[in-house]
């Protein structure tokens, strides 16, 4: 069932991108966060990962996603927490790429590491992972060694976790 969903979940994420990339291409601007925190905290209290993916797809359309990393935050803690490491580095990989398209590249994993650290799902050590590994595949060591320093040995026990997962 949880390969059903993280399928799910996959088409989910590339039909968003794939209808959103215009809208999350556009300049970025870090400016206070405006999505309202039910938002976000209804994607995080999904019951299903298809719920949470439902809610992100409906609440994204109306937000714009360059301003606010709200939204990217919640349903990278829920799959994180459900375990779906690959579709959640899937999801920050895709945020990465067009958050540097308009943005300071030394910004980006600053602003999604602060984001990022907003939310207390219980899965911030595994999510701090995924985005170590996602960096690290990027070429973005530098960024994925600043995000490991911030509290190196618990990323490293929950980056071990992943990887062997």
Not at 27 to 47: C, Q, W, Y
Not at 62 to 78: N, Q
Not at 105 to 116: A, M
């Amino acid at each position: 069932m949880e390969a059903a969903m993280s399928k799910y979940s996959s088409q989910n994420l590339k039909t968003l991108f794939r209808i959103k990339s215009q809208v999350i291409s556009r300049t970025i601007v870090a400016l206070p966060f405006s999505t309202s925190p039910s938002s976000s905290a209804a994607i995080l209290n999904a019951k299903t990962c298809s719920e949470a993916m439902r809610l992100f797809n409906s609440t994204i359309l109306r937000t714009d996603p360059t301003k606010d990393l709200t939204l990217h935050s919640a349903i990278i803690h829920y799959l994180t927490r459900a375990r779906l490491y690959l579709d959640a580095r899937c999801l920050i990989k895709r945020l990465i790429e067009n958050l540097r398209k308009n943005s300071n590249p030394r910004k980006v994993c600053s602003l999604i590491f602060n984001d990022l650290g907003k939310i207390d799902s219980g899965s911030s050590c595994n999510v701090f992972g995924v985005l170590i590994i996602a960096l690290s595949e990027m070429g973005f060591v530098d960024d994925a060694y600043w995000v490991y320093q911030k509290d190196g040995e618990s990323y490293l026990l929950c980056m071990l976790v992943m990887l062997f997962y």
